[in-house]
């Protein structure tokens, strides 16, 4: 796979990707930034290519072993992105989640 093709693969995570990768301008309270916090993180994850784990669209592959370890981890990524964009009380409350379309 060409570099060019590799990027544009969602299970792709660039070198510099990392738990602190993504920072937003304001943290998640509740219902009073919802819709501000969510247009932020959308732009976010989508700069990374990204967002197709919180919509659902890209799936864990059962079929290859080695994929789904690979989603796994940009998985994680994803969840450690949304937990690092809310309040503490808020993180609490969607760290048991196991994907980050289910938080």
């Given at each position: 796979?060409?570099?060019?093709?590799?990027?544009?693969?969602?299970?792709?995570?660039h070198?510099?990707?990392?738990?602190?990768?993504?920072?937003?301008?304001?943290?998640?309270?509740?219902?009073?930034?919802?819709?501000s916090?969510?247009?932020?993180?959308?732009?976010?994850?989508?700069?990374?290519?990204?967002?197709?784990?919180?919509?659902?669209?890209?799936?864990?592959?059962?079929?290859?072993?080695?994929?789904?370890?690979i989603?796994?981890?940009?998985?994680?990524?994803e969840?450690?992105w949304?937990?690092?964009?809310?309040?503490e009380?808020?993180?609490?409350?969607?760290?048991?989640?196991?994907?980050?379309?289910?938080?």
């Amino acid at each position: 796979m060409d570099p060019q093709q590799a990027f544009q693969n969602p299970l792709y995570l660039h070198p510099s990707d990392g738990p602190g990768s993504v920072s937003l301008q304001e943290k998640l309270v509740g219902a009073q930034n919802y819709r501000s916090w969510r247009r932020f993180m959308k732009i976010a994850l989508s700069t990374k290519r990204n967002l197709g784990f919180v919509t659902g669209n890209v799936t864990r592959p059962y079929d290859d072993p080695n994929k789904a370890k690979i989603w796994d981890t940009c998985n994680n990524m994803e969840i450690s992105w949304i937990m690092s964009s809310v309040y503490e009380s808020i993180v609490k409350s969607i760290m048991f989640f196991d994907t980050a379309s289910a938080i």
